[in-house]
């Protein structure tokens, strides 16, 4: 397989061209011959014009690059290593939505043959990828896993909003449902990750991986979340005791804030999700998503009692919560926990202007059924910076100032910001 590919004389098809794919559908095409797929027309009529949807990419990532982007599954018969890397996320009862997945499994049930390879990308629960995806590949195509076609998954590790750890430079897991497809696998995925490959033991192996890296860090903001509350009632600066701790050199630099997104604020659920299915109460990793998952009330309480204190009525201020995506620097706004926030303020009647420089208003409008502010006013009575993009870091006392009434009170989520002459900041 790989050597056809290198010759061109197969093709690589990435299926889902979203944060994970667009980026290694455009390295593999440096190499190989790609076509890159996606169900979102206009997404897709994006990239042939050389402009990355996520807002991740420059035009020059499209530059000379072997490539086709589709909406049209027809088109996907055409290949032979087929790379799915769709979104998975979990519904209203945090309960793994595997709907994208097993879609572009029936997709590749109907393009594979005989000989083709099939790895997925998408961060599951161990055991997910033979045990659910592969029979609705198997049922579809009429084909069978090792006989006929062969299986493997190489987990996803990409950082959105990170320009130093990027795709190539970030070791890369795969697996494989034999010795020989591994080996294959590594070598197509060798060809364009410098940092080198690392073989896992199985399939299984490489899933759990994954889905446990996401959950450890889950479990180590949880716990500065916690301390955050403990150290709030006592009046301790939980920033300060954690610039105290981090003199040792084995303390890790965890700390606290909303815990969103596609990846640590999910993958937990899928680790959850397997584990009560094997009759197992996960109790741990339970814990660390309560208290993550309530850190968006805990903040607008907080900043209830604050108003009161300064003898103001909540119902009657006005409050500016700058950032809604997930993270700094992206333009991501899935699963963004600042939207609970905004929502745990709006039900103490608190008027809530929003801004955000990187989110796009129509998305936030059509996902959450909120609007961004175009102009920020000056008469606030606090102001949440609940993303530290680096716009924000920009701006002082005199901006925070001028932007709000007497007694201002600054909600610094991600520490970014030193004390500030004249503005009461308040951390997680």
Same mark, same amino acid.
């Given at each position: ?5 290198? @010759? ?7 299926? !889902? ?225 954690? @610039? ?56 607008? #309480?907080?900043?209830?009692? %604050? ?15 700058? !950032? ?21 303020? %709006? ?53 925070? #100032? ?27």
């Amino acid at each position: 397989m790989y050597n056809e590919l290198l @010759e061109k004389k197969k093709k690589i098809a990435v299926i !889902g061209l979203g944060y994970v794919g667009l980026p290694i559908a455009l390295e593999f095409a440096k190499q190989f011959k790609v076509i890159g797929f996606d169900i979102n027309e206009e997404r897709v009529k994006m990239m042939r014009n050389g402009e990355d949807p996520s807002k991740e990419l420059d035009a020059s990532a499209f530059y000379g690059t072997d490539i086709e982007f589709t909406a049209d599954p027809e088109v996907l018969r055409t290949a032979n290593f087929f790379v799915v890397a769709v979104p998975t996320d979990i519904d209203k009862h945090k309960v793994p939505n595997l709907t994208p997945l097993l879609k572009a499994s029936e997709t590749v049930g109907r393009a594979i043959k005989k000989g083709d390879y099939v790895v997925y990308e998408s961060t599951v629960y161990p055991g997910c990828t033979e045990e659910d995806c592969i029979p609705i590949v198997e049922e579809v195509s009429g084909l069978k896993m090792v006989d006929d076609f062969s299986v493997g998954y190489s987990p996803e590790r990409i950082n959105p909003g990170d320009k130093v750890r990027t795709l190539t430079t970030i070791l890369k897991i795969v697996s494989g449902d034999t010795e020989e497809s591994l080996k294959e696998i590594s070598k197509v995925y060798g060809k364009i990750i410098t940092a080198g490959i690392y073989e896992a033991a199985s399939i299984k192996v490489a899933e759990a991986a994954k889905v446990i890296e996401n959950t450890q860090r889950d479990l180590n903001i949880s716990l500065m979340n916690e301390l955050s509350i403990i150290f709030d009632r006592m009046g301790i600066d939980t920033k300060e005791v954690l @610039e105290a701790a981090g003199t040792k050199w084995n303390f890790l630099k965890f700390y606290p804030g909303l815990v969103g997104g596609h990846c640590i604020g999910v993958d937990p659920y899928y680790l959850m999700h397997k584990a009560k299915k094997l009759g197992i109460d996960p109790q741990v990793i339970a814990a660390g998503r309560r208290i993550n998952d309530a850190m968006p009330a805990f903040v607008s #309480k907080r900043l209830a009692q %604050m108003l009161i204190s300064n003898g103001k009525n909540p119902s009657n201020c006005k409050v500016l919560v700058k !950032g809604l995506t997930f993270k700094e620097n992206v333009a991501d706004i899935r699963n963004s926990k600042v939207v609970d926030l905004v929502r745990e303020l %709006m039900d103490y009647s608190i008027n809530v202007h929003i801004t955000d420089y990187w989110a796009s208003p129509n998305e936030v409008a059509h996902e959450y059924n909120l609007t961004l502010v175009e102009n920020i006013s000056d008469d606030y009575d606090a102001v949440i910076v609940a993303v530290a993009h680096d716009e924000y870091k920009v701006h002082d006392a005199g901006f925070y #100032k001028g932007i709000m009434k007497d007694d201002p009170i600054l909600m610094d989520l991600k520490g970014i910001y030193p004390n500030m002459d004249g503005v009461k900041i308040w951390r997680l």
